[in-house]
């Protein structure tokens, strides 16, 4: 077990590697290979009155002019030990380790704003997570048992309809009905910490957990009835009840065990994304998150926080699937080898 942890573990900083060197290729190397000049990159962070002189000094100000490995083995070098950036001033901006960016728009660091903002897209995820995976997987294991009845077909039209249907759709309308309507729930833009009040926060959150829980349930529901229908056929099924267990056991202990590996395998990838910017649910439910500061910066052509949040949301997404590997190997012992 400890040797098949070390190896995943292995894998994902190799990943992780890959990946900033891609992102940071993306964002900085293509331009250049597109035609764009150092003085074209940093003309967005000048005045419109800026003479081509000044341009071009801000460009060797911000690196700009420097060969991309420079520019890469900078951008490693402030994760692990802080960066000073040049803007111009009497004293250089430091940004402190670890350094995911520093927005030449806002002169701030972008990983300390991303912190503030962590808190509301990973409730946001953490809550929903929890509704729909077990709301889902329940739904999918009961429609397998009662295979063909009026359950089971309500259940996967309402999944279907789930599936379908977008974020921002099912979310104006639950506001519309439970927030404008009966005025059951906050209408939108409310957030309150954990720890100040827990209570408020889960009810502030709850509109946005079930809206975007629904989405996630159905797709849940209907792969884990796919599986169970698939699993209660197997031989070691028609054994475990040859050799008297309770139907509990043989649907908990024996099917549905076998069933959650692809659930698993969703779930992680899921999770992880969410995590990084559930951008759609955010903006419907003007939560400010890591998706409206995704959109914010955007708008507003900040590579250096669209780079952040694409490296916080990707370190989410490989953490999350060493996580689901783990317990790949904890649910079948026969992942380990």
């Known amino acids: 077990m400890i040797a098949f942890i070390a190896r995943r573990l292995a894998a994902a900083v190799v990943i992780l590697v890959l990946v900033s060197l ?20 940093a003309s967005r ?19 700009f002019t420097d060969p991309f490995y420079v520019q890469y083995g900078d951008f490693v ?27 030449f728009l806002t002169q701030n660091a972008v990983l300390p704003e991303l912190m503030d903002r962590l808190p509301v897209t990973f409730s946001l995820a953490i809550g929903a997570a929890v509704i729909w995976l077990l709301g889902g997987v329940s739904i999918g294991v009961l429609s397998a048992l009662r295979r063909g009845t009026v359950f089971d077909r309500s259940a996967m039209a309402v999944a279907l309809a789930g599936v379908s249907l977008p974020v921002f759709f099912t979310g104006l309308l639950a506001l519309s009905v439970f927030s404008y309507t ?6 939108g833009g409310s957030y309150t910490p954990f720890l100040h009040n827990p209570i408020q926060w889960a009810y502030d959150l709850v509109l946005p957990w079930i809206t975007l829980a629904f989405l996630y349930a159905a797709g849940y529901a209907r792969l ?44 992680g990838l899921d999770l992880g994304l969410l995590v990084g910017g559930a951008i759609l649910t955010e903006s419907t439910f003007s ?8 959109v914010q910066a955007l708008s507003s052509n900040d590579l250096p926080k669209v780079l952040g949040v694409t490296m ?21 012992p026969r992942v380990r080898l």
């Open 45 to 63: 962070y000048v005045g419109k009155t800026a003479s081509a002189s000044q341009v071009h000094e801000r460009a060797e100000q911000l690196g």
């Open 287 to 294: 939560l400010p998150g890591l998706g409206s500061y995704t």
């Open 224 to 267: 884990t009835r796919a599986g169970m229908l698939e699993t209660m056929n197997e031989d070691y099924i028609r054994t475990a009840r040859a050799k008297g267990l309770p139907e509990r056991t043989v649907v908990v202990k024996h099917a549905l065990r076998s069933t959650l590996t692809p659930v698993l395998t969703i779930f």
């Open 182 to 187: 009966l005025h059951i729930f906050p209408s």
């Open 22 to 41: 891609i992102t940071f290729a993306i964002f900085f190397l293509v331009p250049r290979l597109a035609g764009a000049s150092p003085d074209d990159l």
């Open 77 to 103: 070098k402030g994760i692990f030990a802080g960066r000073d950036y040049n803007l111009g001033g009497s004293e250089p901006e430091h940004c402190a380790a670890p350094c995911l960016g520093y927005s």
């Open 312 to 332: 916080l949301a990707a370190i989410f997404v490989v953490v999350a699937n060493l996580i689901v590997d783990i317990l790949y190997a904890v649910i079948d």
